[in-house]
């Protein structure tokens, strides 16, 4: 297996990447992904980076990046890698190869805040608890206090925070929310905020881009894109586009295309892995249904299509999300005709490479002097937080129109 | 059911569509679906110009068109559409609002001529046996006298010759193709030629732009594109892209965006109309898959990639095109995914519209002086004689941006 | 297309079928299917009585059944058949050919009893709202008069009554339907009861058969099973098997019989006829699901397994049941696969057949002095009864076996 | 994973368990399983004959099992065993705990007979070929021995033979098949025959029950089937129900019984292991495709039905074979309706276990004395040689039958 990654000139500048949600599955492909790039085991599948056009920019290189990050819960770093290897989605060779990468990894781990919507976790780390249950401002600095230790003590250039967490239960909208003036005051006076709210804050006002991978909050609030502009921090999300939806948004608009009048669009996602049980709960599952129900409904653009999206809970598919959907669609002449799906991707071995892609967009943004929603990121996310069509092919088209724009002309002929 | 079709000024051009294959199903899907549109019966469905940006150009109003045809057996008419009506595509009341339209086009069918390959016809009509052993030069004549007389009896404007015949038997090259002089040159020496080249030649010699919506070879010959461009007459073909094939365009792209490896992607296809018969011999199946195979092809780029497309006769399905297909890729860490679909559709349905738009772009075309390969209908075919990317998002994008090129500012705000 | 029906000699005994819900879709269906088999245009497909081993039975002739009914509503019987043919399930032919029967069966059609749980139906006859908030005595003594005058109008042997009623909202379970004596003087205080139950008691009360096809209580109440024990009344339900747990209660016993573990069952059902608009709402939902899971978890003999059954209203597929199943099972080694299933039908098509096939066969047993449940009927149901396995095939040979017992020796080979 | 298997008293009887293609992936994955089992690393998942009626048999227990057998070819075994675990069918724990246990098996594989039709093979082990050319009578006298030395150095009771190789090329019928005396003097007259006809004489006339797993013709010509009934020897097969035709067989007669008309049945299969490659080739793929066929016209009795079955290679797919299945069918009223599926599977975890009840069932004939076609053994084969019944449920009950009129009374209670 040959590796095909691009070959880049070396470069001084090392990127922390801190995974919020440090000891769930995607950062255990990640730091296993990365070990495994770097020692040739791999070949850079699934990085869009590592391809036309954009190894025409000078982004970070893999082997640059460097892995920590926070969680809430105490479940063994290793024991998650087994099994993923048991699932089939890791290689024990990998496993192997990354052990002392795992091993660092693991001691760089600090514990999160817990999401007060977040009880009865098995695995609790009852600091996590306790960090859960401060005012804001205090869980702030203490955030803030790690994303520096880890800088300081891997001598990086840059952190890059990267919210890989759970679904947290769906919250109705806050005034305070609405601008950053009222939002400080809310902090002032101390009642608790969701916890990727708090993440957010913490790394935009550390001056760390920040890429929310979940359909958590996080900086998608108004009061934080106001502070995103103000100190200057590109940021990305809402709610990684890794598999159903992506096929829905790629789907969708060939029947708009085709002048086809979709009547009824039914998804049925089937996942068992942590993710799953967290969105078994339906104050989790709303705000996903909702991401992936109106990507849907906007691109169809008709108010009479029927549309469901459902997500259940099976434990032994474990992170084998499989997904069917039905889609009765009416052609010329009024005839009937179908489209129907199955859908069978490891969520995790889909998700890590678009995280690497983010982060190095991200870093590359930041370095740039870009600030503010990273709109050309919307191909990677259900719910993008700068809004713009959910047409995926468009949105393809943006990004790569971002880095021929940025492209560095040189004597070197791209990949 | 309020018709939605877009109001454009009367016209007084009315525009002649001359349909190769009178008597098979597009053929009765067209003539039932003007009527039902024209009786107020049938929304615009599938029809992509009715719909922005085209809605902006001067195209032809479909109430203008008027359909004739060749065909080379004798099945009644009112047989096929009773069929199609008993398959669950055409409704019961668009028969009966349809009937004297239906009569004045049956008076309107002409003989075809028989292509050599093909015989043992059930229901051939004898004069087009005796059509096809003449000598091209006299085929020619004979069918250019046909388009003339359909033009002068019915006061068109301009013909459109549109091939919607069943699949040829797959031909091998011939030297005489490769340019026009040597073309004529064959054509004097009086030796046969396949149904389809002959057609495309009577239409363009005649003036008349050319639609192929079949896979036969039509024009896109060197010599007979020659012959187009020296001319000045807009075609377009080959091969119509209405179902199977539609979701592979659509759905290969997101694969290469991902940058996720497509292993394997076997499409098999069942199909029980006429069409589907005659497919049923490997002669005539060949070119059929080869289109629909190197378009999938092309867009993975993938040499590695290990690719079947199946084609299987399945009489009880008449005309509802049933198609199964598995795409096995791997993507991060090396984990192997799948995504399959089942697509069911009618296909003669599905071909009908496309028809009706590519003839009003081929009028605009001509009656803009446009000539030679339309090379903005790509998204229409599998394998588009002007070439380019197969990409239906890509082709979409182009034709739209044609369009808008094109469009007539006015005071009349867009539909 | 010859009719294959088995030639019987002629039988002077003329059999009333009495539905419950006699304009909906099945109704519709079992008129205009026996007016077609009667006239030749049809074929005896799906009606598994006209086949070995019962076809050497004395059955009622198909010819010499007379249909009648209760509805609630007030929709017009030709409309209903009209919406079966824009749905491809009824042929128009049918429809002209059946008219004069379908006159004289409207004719005879009934007002219901509403079920009190039951409110905010568009079309409604308002003689059933008032029927429906009658004391139950009162409310038996009507239907017996209808059932009663029926029988004299028609000249018929004996009345089979069949509820096809829409699903019932879910009931808990009474201390007074454990047994006859506590019912009958619950009915004496006058509360009201489930339509279900009041139409079977007035059915077996009158001394006839009496067939449940729907999902609610009807006889299934031990205060009834008594009643049809004491009045010598045969009597079947609930719940027909037509699609979906047809095929569960097929393929579940083959993981059984090779000892492969079932880790998940998922089935999603979609359908959007009235009885899918009923079942969109959740109470009604519940004995639904119940009944097709319950089936399901009875056979795989494992707690361990997970199940899910839903339901969806999903109105553009109108009476086109499609249920999408995902079977995850564990194999030699711990290895894991998979089977899924796609199922397209008629629901009321599959169902017509079914209930032709337990009048037949509750007709048989009255006659020859059967009475209660009829346990040999279990194939036909989700919820048989008298219980007894789930195993389709099983439940066949059960049938089979009792067909073959008190086949009729005879001169005639079988066909 | 607490160990389910049953509990049997030990036996001093160790019976060998002779595999014809030693090398293959079933073989793999039964030396691994019995290990697994041993070490109480596995359930019995799979294995029928560890479940009702059959734990009340004296079977062999699985640990008195002794593996050995013949290959064509040099594979490693160990490297056999990794692609599997690449391929998420084996368990690496299992590898490790089964290596002395697949060291000592892989000692006793001898070199097999090469079938003159197999040319051309990668890693083909030339003793197999000098082998495959000798004259039968040499050919058979060296398996005998192989078979007596497997015997007397491991003590075993017995020897059951079981064919495990793959596909061999299709043979015309000769008339030497015919009886045994023909049979005979063809072997004397020195021509070659089939490998699969040379290894069940050799078993057959050895005295060792012999199991053909695979399609070729082993002891179904009736001249093989005259020897095992002459030399009193129990034998099964042909080609083993494992996956698609499994499923088929289970479904067809459910149409049956509900008088459902299946109009096609279409099986689309694919896989990708060295059986599969085998496959791609034509001349090997006719027997399959056959027997896979046949089952389901059989037991659809119908000859209108139009069927296909495909088979195509897709190495990407390695051992998973995936197979989709589409059945058009009508019900009632002439409405069509449609039921497909997709299965995915494991073939060698599939066929393991199977091999074990059959290696057990075969052991425990011959202990009793039965002998010639081991009819009750139907429901493990695609083309059971004693004939009978596709139906899967048919053929199940017919085995616990057997079972049950063999089980040993005692004090007991049963699992």
């Known amino acids: 297996m040959p590796p095909e990654r691009s070959q880049r000139t070396p470069s001084s500048r090392r990127i922390g990447v801190w995974c919020v949600g440090a000891r769930g599955s995607i950062s255990t492909c990640l730091v296993h992904g990365l070990s495994g790039l770097r020692e040739g085991l791999l070949e850079p599948v699934g990085i869009a980076t590592e391809r036309e056009p954009f190894t025409r920019l000078p982004l970070v290189d893999l082997d640059d990046l460097v892995l920590g990050g926070h969680d809430v819960c105490t479940r063994d770093f290793a024991a998650g890698a087994e099994e993923l290897v048991a699932n089939g989605i890791l290689r024990a060779d990998l496993v192997g190869a990354a052990s002392r990468d795992a091993a660092s990894y693991e001691a760089r781990i600090r514990p999160g805040i817990l999401d007060q919507a977040d009880v009865g976790l098995a695995d609790l780390d009852p600091r996590s608890a306790r960090l859960g249950s401060l005012p804001p401002r205090e869980q702030i600095a203490a955030l803030s206090a790690d994303f520096e230790a880890f800088r300081r003590e891997n001598e990086l250039a840059r952190v890059v925070v990267v919210n890989l967490a759970s679904t947290e239960a769906q919250r109705a909208p806050r005034p305070e929310w609405r601008d950053l003036a009222a939002f400080e005051r809310a902090l002032d006076e101390g009642g608790t905020q969701p916890a ?51 096929v829905k948004t790629t789907l969708a608009p060939m029947f708009q295309a085709r002048a086809l009048k979709v009547l009824a669009w039914q998804g049925y996602n089937m996942l068992g892995n942590r993710d799953g049980a967290v969105l078994a709960d339906p104050a989790h599952k709303e705000t996903k249904v909702r991401n992936k129900d109106e990507a849907l409904r906007t691109l169809l653009g008709q108010d009479s299509v029927h549309t469901h999206v459902g997500i259940d809970y099976v434990p032994s598919l474990q992170d084998w999300k499989t997904a069917w959907d039905f889609v009765h669609f009416e052609g ?84």
């Open 332 to 415: 010329f002449l009024g005839a009937r005709m179908s489209l129907q799906f199955t859908w069978t991707g490891s969520d995790s071995a889909l998700a890590a490479p678009l995280v690497l892609d983010l982060v190095r967009l991200a870093d590359f943004a930041a370095e740039r002097g870009e600030s503010g929603e990273m709109l050309h990121t919307a191909a990677y996310f259900k719910a993008p937080v700068g809004g713009g069509t959910h047409d995926f092919h468009a949105q393809v088209q943006a990004l790569h129109e971002y880095a021929r724009l940025r492209a560095v002309p040189g004597p070197g002929s791209p990949r």
């Open 196 to 246: 990727s709210i708090v993440y957010a804050y913490a790394a935009i006002a550390s001056g760390s881009p920040y890429v929310n991978f979940t359909p958590n909050l996080g900086a998608s609030i108004p009061a934080l894109r106001e502070l995103a502009r103000q100190r200057r921090v590109p940021h990305a999300g809402n709610d990684g586009k890794t598999g159903e939806t992506l």
